[in-house]
């Protein structure tokens, strides 16, 4: 049943001009990719939403945060009953809808807005949000603790503006200003979804792949996808796997390479190991010899 709808999904997709391609048979917190000219959405396809968790939803929502892509959640039942067509729901803050809603959203301005049970989402103004907090000298660990929620929430917050409209007043209160987009509240069937960061269980290479991009300026997280790492920094995003497993390299890298070429980034591998990829491989100690990220990027082009 999954992988016909996700092949529907595929179809929705390539129907409306955009390149696809699905992750069926990889480990990852999503299933379908798609992109045309600078839009980007990354798809969980499952056969009941009930399944998709906070946890999930987090995991999704922070990747297409790192790589500006919209996370969508697509079904066709929730609990015990199909999902309304022409309506987007919420599932902790990810946009959850059935294909034919999917297919109607892609020829608007997506995510459309509709009206459903629970409270409402709300854009703030995040370039303003930012110069107050760096004007006052103000950390987003800092931010996090006076209004009551994550340090990755605020991070997302400054990244899309898209917060609940609770958190919204209490940052207004804070800041003593109204950061609220005019005209931009949208009511959802539950709340924003400002969940603690799940922990991945990675390896010490990857571990140490992590470091060296920290060291490097780059901002970098562990990842539930093809690729193990995404990395950041300005308008360039690197893809990375991290593995001394040879088995099934080639196939992981041929998805991880052809991923990295749709959502527009560099691919790359870090391993001990001496492979021959169709994308760069680099081994860990050469990477840490790597003095700053203009050189890094050299290195993948």
Sequence with gaps: MKDNLVEDIRRVFTDSGYRVMDCIGARSCFDVAASKRGRKYLVKVMANAEGFNP??????????????????????HIKNGPLSDGVVYDRYGVSLLSARSL????????????????????????????????????????????????????????????????????????????????????????????????SLRVSSLTHRVLSIFDTLGLEAEATNAPFDVVASFEDETIFTMVSNDWRRMEQRAQMVDELSEMLGGFSVCVSSRNLSLRMAVVHPDELERIRNRQDLIDLLE
């Design 55 to 76: 946890e999930a939803a987090y995991t999704l929502r922070h990747l297409a945060d790192m790589i500006s892509a919209t996370p969508v959640l697509v079904s066709n």
């Design 103 to 198: 297919s109607e959203a892609l020829k608007e301005s997506f995510p459309a807005t509709h009206a459903v049970r629970g409270g409402y989402l709300t854009f703030i103004d995040s370039e303003r949000m930012i110069t107050l907090r760096q004007r006052h000298g103000i950390t987003q660990s800092a931010l996090a603790e006076a209004v009551g929620v994550t340090k990755q929430s605020v991070y997302r917050y400054e990244r899309t503006g898209r917060v609940s409209l609770d958190v919204a007043k209490r940052l207004n209160s804070y800041f003593g200003e109204d950061l609220i987009s005019e005209g931009q509240q949208i009511k959802v069937d539950s709340d924003d979804g400002d969940f603690a960061a799940p």
